[in-house]
Each structure stands twice: as C-alpha cells, then as structure tokens.
C-alpha cells in the first residue's frame, strides 16, 4: 500500500453553548490521507495559525510523504522530523505532524482491521470522562446553573476555566491579576454541586506564580481533583514550586509540541498528571512515547485540551492512561465534523471496535464548514 495524496484543509464550526446568545466558531485542520488500495484515513489538529499549518502540509509534507507506505508510522515521523524540524521546535510544526500522524494511524488501524486504541496496546475500555463546562464567557450564576444542568444529567467529573480575567469577549487578553474572582466562583461551583462531584480547574498558563499560588490557598478546602496548567508557560520550575505548596495536584503539557519538553516536566518533579494531547503533541507516535516516559516515573496520564474523540485512543490504549475530557466546544466540534462518534454516559465513555478511529467525516459539514 502507497500513500497517494495527502490533503489538509481549514475548517470553522459553528458551536452553540448552553446559556450563550452567541456561539463560538473554533476553527481545525483536517488532513486526509489517500491510498493506492482505496484506503483514507482522517487526522485533525486545531492551531492559532490554521492557514500555516494547512499550507505546510499541503506544500512541504505531502510532497515528501507520497508514494511511501502508510503503516510505517515511526519512519515517516522521523523522516518529518529530520526533514523540517530537526531542530526540534514546535508551533505549526506540532500541529501539522499532529494531524499528519493522527491520519496515519487512522490507516494503519483500517488496513489491520484493528480500532486504535488496541493497536497502541488496548490497556482499558471503557475510560473515565469528564465535561469541561465552565467557560470564561459565564458569568458567576451561569456557570453555577451550567455546573447543575451536568450534574443532572449523571456526570461526576466536571472541570471549570479560571483565571476569567484574562479574557475579554471570548478571547485572551493578557495575564490574570484576580484569584479572588476566581475562587469565588470555585466556591459557587462546589457548594451547588456537592462535595461528590470530582471538580477540575484550569488556568490555560496565565497566572504569574505569586496569583497560582493565592488562587491554590483559596481552593485547598474545596478538595479539587487538580490545578490545570495554572502558570505562564507552564514554567517547569515555577510548578515544581507549586506543586510543593499546595495539596492540590497539579497537571499540565496539553500543548507542549514534543517529548523534550514533557521530559522536563517530568525531571522537574512538576506534575502529579501529565497530559499528552495528541492533536498538539505530535500524534499517538510521539504521544505514546511521552507516556511511556510518564509510566517511568509513576505519573498518570490524562487528556488535557480537548478533542477527546481522538485522545479517548491514547488514554484508552495505554496503562497509566486515566480520563478523556470533553470540553464541551471541542466535543461538539466532533460531533459536526464525524457521524456518531462516541460519547460520554455518567462518567465513561466506550470505545468501538471498528476499524482505526472509528470517524467517520459527514461529507457535507466539511463542505459547509470549509474556509476558502
């Protein structure tokens, strides 16, 4: 089998939010991989530099990838690496190999008959799932009556943005200066909530470490599950310092590009969860190996960033794999793009047998979602 055409093209789903007038409108790159035997398999990756990352692909991988056989995903990585980024950095590069390897694997599992999580070693299924639906756009009743509505429907694992005053009208604006907001709306959360609901929280890097350290000390009796990604970032150093002033655990390395850098935070003593993210951290090659590492050291895995339609393989796949999450946005996102992907049930979500991902693209949202 030959890989005959390798494709990546924009995309911009329309995303409507519980309690939101307007909806939001994330944006990904899908890449589809064409064989000679009539194959196709469907990565996808979501990035700030979307018309970057589809142009590298389309312009610099694709040439280089075709004509080469498709389930030799560990060759192509490297000769992807040692062709465009052997001095290891990330950004597009991250996200089109991401897309690229996720697509490949896709493949592989259709071509051996296999699902993916059970060709990266099948360690569990079904897997714990948490919603992420606590968006910066809430106000503080909001995201109580949202906080309520999941609860009802059976989920237990739920996990909240902070740091709310970094953002602006649905967008970064800067670093957060305000722990106090923040954990006022933890406090509103937990007391509608319960104390047996497991509660998340997640900064997305914008804290200085003196406010991470304020907003910790405010939550400790509120007994979080963990503190996502709490400083600017993710400073290996700075959360090593944290995590040894604070009894609740720390998690991060949803957006690290590569294995060095998760490395870091694993020799840093940095992180109670590490969390690998498939769409961003160079695909289930790369995401494997960082797990692999993280077992070395008796650190979990867990998905952190979303898109849990394609990370559900890696955490179900491998043994110190623990939760897949879905944000809401993301989850949805999936749900537009694939024809009934798997979906959580009080807590777990099941993977299928079929073949490879099990996505499979509705032919007409690509259409309608396509950015010239």
């Known amino acids: ?47 700030p530099m ?21 389930l030799r995903t560990e060759r192509l990585w490297t000769q992807l690496f040692w062709s465009f980024n052997q001095r290891a950095q990330t950004g597009v590069w991250s996200s089109a190999i991401s897309a690229i390897d996720i697509a490949l694997w896709d493949l592989k599992g259709k071509a051996l008959g296999q699902p993916v999580w059970r060709l990266l070693g099948g360690a569990q299924n079904p897997v714990p799932a948490y919603v992420t639906f606590g968006l910066p756009e809430y106000d503080q009743d909001q995201l109580v009556e949202a906080a309520r509505m999941w609860v009802s429907q059976g989920h237990r694992r739920l996990k909240m943005v902070v740091a709310v005053r970094g953002y602006q009208n649905g967008r970064v604006r800067g670093p957060a200066d305000t722990p106090e907001v923040d954990a006022a709306r933890v406090r509103a959360v937990r007391e509608a909530v319960g104390d047996d609901v497991e509660l998340m929280i997640d900064a997305n890097y914008m804290f200085s470490y003196p406010h991470a350290l ?20 993710n400073d290996a150093l700075l959360l090593a310092q944290l995590r040894r002033q604070t009894t609740i655990p720390i998690a991060a390395g949803q957006n690290e590009g590569h294995r060095f850098r998760h490395r870091e935070l694993l020799l840093h003593q940095a992180v109670d969860f ?20 993280a077992q070395a050291f008796n650190v979990p895995i867990a998905n952190g960033g979303g898109w849990p339609h394609h990370n559900m393989h890696l955490q179900a796949g491998l043994a110190n794999g623990t939760r897949v999450e879905f944000h809401y946005v993301m989850w949805k996102v999936g749900e537009l793009l694939f024809r009934d992907p798997p979906a959580p049930v009080e807590g777990w979500v099941t993977l299928p047998d079929t073949p490879g991902l099990g996505l499979d693209p509705r032919p007409e949202a690509l259409q309608e979602y396509r950015v010239s």
């Open 1 to 47: 089998m030959q890989i005959r055409r390798v494709t990546a093209t924009t995309l911009r789903v329309p995303v409507a939010v519980p309690l939101l007038t307007k909806q939001l409108h994330p944006g990904v790159v899908l890449v589809t991989v064409d064989t000679d035997q009539g194959l196709t398999g469907y990565g996808l990756t979501s990035s």
């Open 274 to 293: 590490l969390q690998p993210n498939v769409v961003h951290g160079g695909g289930y090659t790369e995401c494997a190996k960082v797990a692999g590492m």
């Open 214 to 233: 304020r907003l910790c000390k405010l939550c400790e009796p509120y007994h979080l599950a963990w503190f996502e990604e709490p400083v600017a970032q």
């Open 50 to 70: 979307l018309s970057a990352v589809a142009a590298f692909i389309n312009t610099e991988a694709a040439p280089l990838l075709a004509g080469q056989d498709p």
